[in-house]
C-alpha cells in the first residue's frame, strides 16, 4: 500500500481534498506519496499530516458543512467540536509514538515526586 493510500484509508476515503493536496500535506511531512507505506518509520509522520489535513477541514467553512450534513442530526457546532476532539486524540498518538532511532529506556518512568504531605 502506498503512502497515500495509507492516508485516503485514514481518512475513511473521503474526497476533501484532491490527490495533488494531499500530495502537499505528505510532503511537507517528508512523506513520498507514491512510497510503500512502513508502519515502523512511517506511523508518526502520517499520523501528524492525518492531523494537518482534519485542521485543513475544520478551517474552511463549505468543507465543515458537508460534513455536517453528510452525518444526519449534527450542525456544523457538532461536527467541529467533534473533529476537534479526533484531533486532539490523534496529538496524544502522535506524543506516544517514538522517533525513529530514539531510545524508549525511559519511557515506563512513573511519577517520581509527589505534592503529598
Not at 18 to 40: A, I, W
Not at 63 to 83: E, F, P, Q, S
Not at 95 to 104: D, K
Request: negative net charge; charged residues 25%.
Amino acid at each position: 500500500m502506498t503512502i497515500i493510500e495509507r492516508l485516503k484509508l485514514e481518512l475513511n476515503h473521503k474526497d476533501y481534498f484532491e490527490d495533488t493536496d494531499l500530495t502537499v500535506f505528505l510532503n511537507e511531512n517528508e512523506l513520498t506519496p507514491t512510497d510503500e507505506y512502513v508502519k515502523l518509520t512511517m506511523q508518526r509522520a502520517l499520523i501528524i499530516t492525518v492531523i494537518d489535513v482534519l485542521e485543513a477541514i475544520c478551517n474552511d467553512v463549505d468543507i465543515m458543512r458537508t460534513v455536517a450534513d453528510a452525518t444526519t442530526g449534527l450542525t456544523v457546532n457538532d461536527a467541529y467540536k467533534l473533529m476537534q476532539d479526533r484531533i486532539q486524540d490523534l496529538k496524544v498518538k502522535v506524543s506516544n509514538i517514538s522517533l525513529p532511532g530514539e531510545t524508549t529506556e525511559f519511557t515506563n518512568i512513573g511519577v517520581l515526586f509527589s505534592a503529598r504531605r
